[in-house]
Every structure is written in C-alpha cells, then in structure tokens.
C-alpha cells in the first residue's frame, strides 16, 4: 500500500469503531454545564464571557429580528473553533477537512438565509442582485454576475474552511517528515525545518480560529442582507 | 483525494448534525449572564426596622 500525504484525512477506524465519531463526540466534555451556583468555575466563566463577547460582536449590526439566530451563530463558532483547535493536537481526527460535514452545514444555513430574505422581503432580496448606481447597458450583465455570486456563495464557504484546514494539515506532515529525515543527514538544516514547523504551527493555530470565525462571521453578514 | 471518497459522506453529514444539534445548542443555551450592575439611586430604599428576635 502506498501511503499518500492524504491518508491522514482518511476515516481512522480502530477495531472497526470509527474513530471520527469519536472525534466529533468527545470535544465537547470540555464545555461544563451552567450550574445553579451563583459564582461559576473558572473554565465556565471564561466560557460564558467567550460566548456572550462573541454574540454581541457578532450581532452588532444585525438588525432585531435577526437576533433569534443568536443561539445558532454562536454555538456554531463553538463548535468550529473547538474541532479546529483540538484536530491540531498530534493523532487527532480533524472533521473540519472532511468536505461533507463543512458542505453539509454551509449549504443548509445559507439556504436559509436566502429563504428567509425571499420569504418576508422579497424585493430587497432581489433588489440585491443589482447595485445601485449600475449604467443602464449593463443591467443584464450585472444580474447575472450577481446570481452566479450568490450561488458560489455556500461551495465558498464550504470549501474555504475544509482547503484551509486540509492544506494546514498538510504542510505540517510535509515539513514535519522533512525534519525527521533530515535529523540523520543534515542536522543543521533540520534546526531550519524545526524552526519553520514551530511557525507554521503557531499559523495554523490562528488560522482554525480566524477560520472559524470567518464562517461564522460571512453566514451572519447574508443574514444582515436577508432579514 | 480522500474527502471525495463517497462512503462516509453521508454518515459525517448527519452525524456532525446530530451532534451539534444535542450536545452544542443545549449546552450553549443553558449559558445565563448576569445582569450588569444598575447605577446607585439617590434615594435610600425604604425599610422597616424589625427587632431581632433572641431566643
């Protein structure tokens, strides 16, 4: 069997239970319940500041009715940011690379966005797929530049999160092989693809956050058109 | 390329659904923030001054 720089993406399976689901399944006992203390731990205080911090930012300039995707958005971002910082620990299964489940939350939460505007304001949803201040010749054009805009919109979302994370990944596997072939040969350069790997891990630690967020962030900014 | 692998697609799918829809959202719902503290009013409240009963 020839191993590709892939096979980390594969679905680990150990003694025929998959381990995905446990890696999907798991994350989350480090998320304690509200208790009925009045003063909660440290782990839930911090928590509940993330939360509640990240929802006002969040919903900022989104208008009242949309603040009921509050619960949505936010446990969303928990979600994401959790499965991408704990698939950086070394033998962890990222689900965030997994094509499916990245496609199988942006194509629903963006549908649901444009059903909504579709639904309760019809004409301003449509009334978004011209700009203002277009020359008249270039109307046709424009409207469908705009729709083929707004259907990449959810394939961009769900595959900018799993490219992201897949090419992280991978860069860290590449340089991380370099450096333990080159510790025999040439010791001085492996110091060099040591280095490189510390950086690059410190960047894939801010870039499963930022991705997150950026998810996140770009569901909430179709919900402020279409609400 | 291994995300394009059809056998798991479905199941990461529905499974990442499930979890997010059971354990994420009723654990992020059940998060309660404490009001900010109101501004002190000029006026004392109002008390009745009661005896401490001793036994």
């Given at each position: 069997m020839?191993l590709?720089?892939?096979?980390?993406f594969l679905?680990?399976?150990?003694?025929?239970?998959?381990?995905?689901?446990i890696?999907l399944?798991?994350?989350?006992?480090?998320?304690?319940?509200?208790?009925a203390?009045w003063?909660?731990?440290?782990?839930l205080?911090?928590?509940?500041?993330f939360?509640?911090?990240f929802?006002q930012?969040?919903f900022l300039?989104i208008n009242n009715?949309?603040h009921?995707?509050?619960l949505?958005l936010?446990?969303?971002?928990?979600f994401l940011?959790?499965?991408?910082t704990?698939?950086?620990l070394?033998?962890?299964f990222?689900?965030?690379t997994?094509l499916?489940m990245n496609?199988g939350f942006a194509?629903?939460l963006?549908l649901a966005?444009v059903?909504l505007?579709?639904?309760?304001?019809?004409?301003?949803?449509?009334g978004h797929l011209l700009?203002?201040g277009t020359?008249?010749?270039?109307i046709?054009?424009l409207?469908?530049?705009?729709?083929?805009?707004l259907?990449?919109r959810p394939?961009?979302?769900?595959?900018r999160?799993?490219?992201n994370?897949?090419?992280?990944h991978?860069?860290i596997?590449?340089i991380?092989?370099?450096?333990?072939?080159?510790?025999s040969?040439?010791?001085?350069?492996?110091?060099?693809?040591?280095?490189?790997l510390?950086l690059?891990t410190?960047?894939e630690?801010?870039?499963?956050?930022?991705q997150?967020y950026v998810f996140?962030?770009?569901?909430s900014?179709y919900l402020q058109?279409?609400? | 390329m291994?995300?394009l692998?059809?056998?798991?697609?479905?199941?990461?799918l529905?499974?990442?659904?499930?979890?997010?829809?059971?354990?994420?959202?009723p654990?992020?719902?059940?998060?309660?923030?404490?009001?900010?503290?109101?501004?002190?009013t000029?006026q004392?409240p109002q008390?009745?001054?009661?005896?401490?009963l001793?036994?």
């Amino acid at each position: 069997m020839t191993l590709s720089l892939f096979n980390q993406f594969l679905s680990p399976s150990l003694m025929w239970t998959p381990l995905a689901a446990i890696a999907l399944a798991l994350p989350w006992a480090l998320f304690p319940r509200q208790t009925a203390r009045w003063v909660n731990n440290r782990l839930l205080s911090l928590q509940s500041w993330f939360l509640g911090q990240f929802t006002q930012q969040i919903f900022l300039p989104i208008n009242n009715p949309g603040h009921k995707w509050a619960l949505l958005l936010a446990s969303l971002m928990l979600f994401l940011i959790t499965l991408n910082t704990t698939g950086l620990l070394p033998y962890t299964f990222t689900p965030t690379t997994q094509l499916s489940m990245n496609m199988g939350f942006a194509i629903p939460l963006w549908l649901a966005t444009v059903i909504l505007g579709l639904w309760t304001q019809p004409t301003q949803a449509l009334g978004h797929l011209l700009p203002e201040g277009t020359p008249t010749p270039l109307i046709p054009v424009l409207i469908i530049i705009e729709t083929i805009s707004l259907f990449i919109r959810p394939i961009a979302l769900g595959v900018r999160l799993t490219a992201n994370l897949t090419a992280g990944h991978l860069l860290i596997q590449l340089i991380s092989s370099a450096t333990s072939v080159l510790l025999s040969i040439l010791p001085a350069v492996a110091t060099f693809t040591i280095t490189l790997l510390f950086l690059l891990t410190l960047l894939e630690v801010a870039v499963a956050m930022i991705q997150a967020y950026v998810f996140v962030l770009l569901l909430s900014l179709y919900l402020q058109e279409n609400v | 390329m291994p995300q394009l692998i059809p056998s798991p697609w479905l199941a990461y799918l529905l499974f990442s659904w499930v979890v997010f829809s059971v354990v994420v959202l009723p654990k992020v719902s059940t998060h309660v923030f404490p009001e900010a503290p109101a501004p002190q009013t000029k006026q004392a409240p109002q008390t009745e001054p009661w005896n401490w009963l001793w036994h």
